[in-house]
């Protein structure tokens, strides 16, 4: 914080913790930190800061030129943005939406990730029927804002769970976008909203197309959903997805998996069944899910995305387990592709994957909201 940040890289600004990040009192205060949040004494916790830092300094071991340091730079801060004088009151009822959801679908359909696509499966071409399986095709049934910072995974997924959650305005569930689009094609739509292998014949039999949903969903450790504790237990799609995707291929000849995940999911079983045609990875899109969805599925945008990370063909080939507590990090570098590199493990999906229209992956494209499969290949 101080030799690289400060002193190389002239930050002028303060240096501030996470969420009960701070573990100490002078050593935090003479390596660079000028801020702790939300309050050392937070919950009880060990107080490091306030009357601790006073004394750290009454006994030399803080200097105050250290501490006329830290206030220098959050008062800095302060003014820059006006706060002395004149601030405008608080309106927390005040609607900032704006035209925000069409960045939001734009920046969802636009990292919607093609991995697979065989015989000119997409883009969908006025299918007369489309049978739709999963429960994360729909919004949650119990409401879109019905867990606490998200702390479920029930219907479709948009965000991970956690203190950085948003309540949703509205959302746009797949199920409901496709729908709308294809009463516009004169297209039928069957719905299994389930996970169940046992009800999904009815909604599949003699579709065009079959879409199965499937989710993979984490987030921090404060609240354990489906015995998931923040990090997941593995990295397997929820809610038994590879046993539904290989009932929906034991009846459809022609299957879309479509995929909402936090991170990669191992896709062996999904990939092993001849009738999968289609592989759509679709992120976490929030509120936009299902019209971002659309957009690409129906060839109105080209897919562009590339994926963030390396999907492996095991667990196993990460060379990495679930641990808690401290992490001395004796990987270094070699992390995800570093990894795979350094080892000569092939992955399933390399870093920085995804076709781009009906092209090999890692073809030339680019996000492009006029261009469409249907003007470009």
């Known amino acids: 914080m101080n030799q690289l940040l400060k002193k190389e890289l002239g930050f002028q600004g303060y240096v501030m913790t996470d969420w009960n990040a701070q573990h100490t009192t002078a050593q935090s205060a003479n390596t660079g930190l000028d801020m702790t949040m939300p309050g050392s004494d937070f919950n009880g916790n060990t107080q490091l800061w306030g009357s601790k830092l006073t004394q750290a300094v009454n006994s030399g071991q803080v200097q105050q030129s250290r501490i006329d340091d830290m206030v220098r730079r959050i008062l800095a801060a302060w003014y820059l943005v006006g706060q002395d004088k004149s601030y ?65 995974n029930t219907g ?20 409901d976008a496709i729908k709308a689009r294809a009463q516009k094609d004169g297209s039928q739509v069957a719905l299994s909203a389930s996970d169940s292998t046992s009800g999904v014949s009815s909604a599949v039999n003699g579709a065009d197309v079959a879409i199965v949903f499937i989710t993979s969903d984490s987030g921090e450790g404060y609240i354990k959903v489906e015995n998931n504790a923040g990090d997941r237990n593995n990295l397997d ?46 992120g976490l899109p929030s509120q936009e899910n299902g019209n971002a969805l659309v957009d690409v599925l129906y060839g109105d945008v080209a897919p562009s995305g590339k994926l963030p990370y390396t999907i492996a063909k095991s667990a196993n080939d990460y060379g990495t387990t679930i641990s808690q ?53």
Request: charged share 15%; glycine share 10%; net charge positive.
């Open 88 to 152: 405008p009151s608080i309106n927390i009822n005040a609607n900032v939406q704006g035209s925000h959801k069409t960045n939001i679908r734009a920046v969802a359909r636009d990292g919607i990730v093609l991995l697979k696509n065989e015989g000119g499966t997409l883009p969908l071409k006025k299918p007369a029927k489309v049978g739709l399986v999963g429960s994360a095709a729909v919004v949650n049934p119990q409401g879109m804002n019905s867990c606490t910072d998200a702390g479920c």
């Open 156 to 175: 479709a997924l948009g965000m991970g769970w956690g203190s950085g959650t948003a309540s949703y305005a509205y959302f746009s569930a797949p199920a």
């Open 237 to 282: 799609p929820w809610h038994n997805g590879n046993d539904l995707v290989k009932a929906v291929a034991a009846i459809n000849k022609n299957v879309v998996v479509v995929v909402h995940s936090v991170g990669p999911v191992i896709l062996e079983t999904i990939l092993a069944q001849a009738n999968v045609k289609a592989v759509v990875w679709a």
């Open 325 to 377: 507590g401290d992490d001395s990090f004796s990987e270094g570098l070699f992390i995800d592709y570093r990894h795979f590199d350094k080892s000569n493990i092939a992955p399933r999906y390399e870093f920085g994957y995804g076709l781009c229209k009906y092209l090999l992956a890692l073809s030339s494209c680019l996000p492009n909201d006029s261009s469409s499969f249907h003007n470009s290949y």
